[in-house]
Structures are given as structure tokens and as C-alpha cells.
Nanobody, 129 residues
Framework: QVRLVESGGGSVQAGGSLTLSCAVS????????MGWLRQAPGKEREGVAT????????YYVDSVKGRFTISQDNAKRTLYLRMNSLKPEDAAMYYCAVKTAGDGGGWYGPSSPLSYGYWGQGTQVTVSS
């Protein structure tokens, strides 16, 4: 069973930085995409950043471009999200998710939560103004 464990969330002031990590275990098959999605209270879950595991191509939602960087360490099977210049509107629960060869689901684009077959439990990010 695929297991994703996020860490690195916390509370920062606006303008600060955080780095989220996601350790992936329990699966040795092919992963296609790994992503970070977030959900703030009262809002829909949205894709923030995605990396195509084969070639490292990345996708970012417009609101985080130039501030967030997604990266992967294949040897450690770990996904990262470096978040700089954080804004109060970045506050949310951040989830790590993966699209694998065997999850049985479709692909609806990197920003759609429906694209990902496995999820972590989330890590909270709070940004104070």
C-alpha cells in the first residue's frame, strides 16, 4: 500500500519561508506525477505544484509562480515544496499526492485533485500578516 507522509508545515509571518517534505513508501512501481495540493477552510482543494517524475517537468498554479519550487529526490523517494515569500492567502492544509501506474484513475491535469490516486494526511501551513 502506498504511504505518503508530509512534514515541514508550521506557522510563519508573511514574507517567510517553509519547506515541506513528503516521504513516499510502500510502492515500487512507476509513478507518473507527484504533486502538492492545498485546501483552505471553505475553499476547494487546488493543485499548487506538480512534477512529472520521469523528466522533472513542473507545473505551478499562477498564484505561486516565482515563489514556490517543487523538487524530488528519487533516491530518497521524497518530494519537496520550497515556499518563499509566503502570503496570508497561502495558509492552508497542504497535501502530497501521487499519480501511479496502478491507481486505476484517470488524468485530469496537474491541478485537479481527481488526477491523484494516493494522498498524504496533510500538513498545516499558517501565515500571519
Amino acid at each position: 500500500q502506498v504511504r505518503l507522509v508530509e512534514s515541514g508545515g508550521g506557522s510563519v509571518q508573511a514574507g517567510g519561508s517553509l519547506t515541506l517534505s513528503c516521504a513516499v513508501s510502500g510502492y515500487t512501481g512507476r509513478t507518473y506525477y507527484m504533486g502538492w495540493l492545498r485546501q483552505a477552510p471553505g475553499k476547494e482543494r487546488e493543485g499548487v505544484a506538480t512534477i512529472y517524475t520521469d523528466n522533472g517537468a513542473t507545473y505551478y498554479v499562477d498564484s505561486v509562480k516565482g515563489r514556490f519550487t517543487i523538487s524530488q529526490d528519487n533516491a530518497k523517494r521524497t518530494l519537496y515544496l520550497r515556499m518563499n515569500s509566503l502570503k496570508p492567502e497561502d495558509a492552508a492544509m497542504y497535501y502530497c499526492a501521487v499519480k501511479t501506474a496502478g491507481d486505476g484513475g484517470g488524468w485530469y491535469g496537474p491541478s485537479s485533485p481527481l488526477s491523484y490516486g494516493y494522498w498524504g494526511q496533510g500538513t498545516q501551513v499558517t501565515v500571519s500578516s
